[in-house]
């Protein structure tokens, strides 16, 4: 018996993970050192239109998530200089 499975894009690479998976279920599913980079907080996950999105969020067919680099943001003085 095979297990339903639905198509999710992360950086344009198709992967197909069990309903009810997560952002980062897919993005472990492409690439575990990914994954683990987004759960220690030095990358995020943002939609097709470039939202920030949240790892927990729950992924429907067809999905499609980009992994972007985090960075820190500085104070208001920092961008005075």
Do not use: Q
């Not at 950086?11 to 575990?32: C, F, I, K, Q, Y």
């Not at 990358?43 to 949240?54: A, E, H, N, Q, T």
């Amino acid at each position: 018996m095979t297990h339903p499975t639905i198509p999710v894009y992360v950086n344009a690479s198709r992967v197909d993970v069990p309903p009810g998976s997560t952002a980062l279920d897919a993005v472990r599913a492409w690439s575990p050192d990914a994954a683990a980079e987004v759960s220690t907080g030095g990358r995020g996950i943002v939609d097709s239109r470039g939202l920030p999105l949240d790892p927990a969020a729950r992924m429907s067919a067809g999905s499609i998530l980009r992994l972007v680099a985090v960075r820190e943001r500085g104070s208001a003085s920092d961008a005075t200089h």
